[in-house]
Nanobody, 125 residues
Framework: QVQLVESGGGLVQAGGSLRLSCAAS????????MGWFRQAPGKEREFVAG????????YYSDLVKGRFTISRDNAKITVYLQMHSLKPEDTAVYYC??????????????????WGQGTQVTVSS
């Protein structure tokens, strides 16, 4: 069982940066694949970034590649999403997720087992 709690969202101007954190509980955190997803009003939940359980591979949506970085700290059982060069279209509720089966696909939200409550990111133009 894994519990996830996101933090770090807020209001930022276009071009700014934010770092989201996802604090996880559970002894087997290091064996889970992790992902960040987002959902804007009226839109489907979409993949942002993912991290394989080994930590050797990261995956990004083409919409954020080069601007966002996912990382994890197994000692602190925390996953981060560093976001730079934010755009108004990045505005959404951002969710952290974990999957017990640490295999691809990492970009399919239906394959994740645990979710946080979400944190709002608003980018003003």
């Amino acid at each position: 069982q894994v519990q996830l709690v996101e933090s770090g969202g807020g209001l930022v101007q276009a071009g700014g940066s934010l770092r989201l954190s996802c604090a996880a509980s559970g002894r087997t955190f290091s064996s889970y694949a992790m992902g960040w997803f987002r959902q804007a009003p009226g839109k489907e939940r979409e993949f942002v970034a993912g991290y394989s359980w080994s930590g050797r591979s990261q995956y990004y949506s083409d919409l954020v590649k080069g601007r966002f970085t996912i990382s994890r700290d197994n000692a602190k059982i925390t996953v981060y999403l560093q976001m730079h060069s934010l755009k108004p279209e990045d505005t959404a509720v951002y969710y952290c997720a974990a999957k017990e089966l640490p295999r691809p696909p990492y970009d399919d939200y239906t394959t994740y087992d645990y979710w946080g409550q979400g944190t709002q990111v608003t980018v003003s133009s």
